[in-house]
């Protein structure tokens, strides 16, 4: 099991930007498809984006063109950069460690999180 743990959560105004970080353990970082999710206050965990390990990415709508995910495999790192944030971004943040079998995802266990708060 990769064990993930995300940081870089906080309280920003409407507009501002934050920058999530999610360092998972282990040797085999780069054979990953790194994902971020979030769960709001009483709704389930919604898929964010991903990044493959050649560097493409893929993002849901509700996000695209302000949030962009990128990776340091040497770091065994992936970001989370989000801009224009607005309040309905806020959520607890998780990312996860995805491997593709036979065209299906199965990812890790959650990690504890980081909250985004966007509030005035």
């Known amino acids: 099991q990769v064990q993930l743990v995300e940081s870089g959560g906080g309280l920003v105004q409407p507009g501002g930007s934050l920058r999530l970080s999610c360092a998972a353990s282990?040797?085999?970082?780069?054979?990953?498809?790194m994902a971020w999710y979030r769960q709001a206050p009483g709704k389930q965990r919604e898929f964010v984006g991903k990044i493959t390990t050649d560097g493409n990415t893929d993002y849901a709508d509700s996000v695209k063109g302000r949030f962009a995910i990128s990776r340091d495999d040497a770091k065994n790192t992936v970001y989370l950069q989000m801009n224009s944030l607005k309040p309905e971004d806020t959520a607890v943040y998780y990312c996860?460690?995805?491997?593709?079998?036979?065209?299906?995802?199965?990812?890790?266990?959650w990690g504890q999180g980081t909250q985004v708060t966007v509030s005035s």
């Open positions: 996860n460690a995805l491997i593709v079998r036979q065209g299906k995802y199965y990812g890790q266990d």
């Open positions: 282990g040797n085999s970082f780069s054979t990953y498809v």
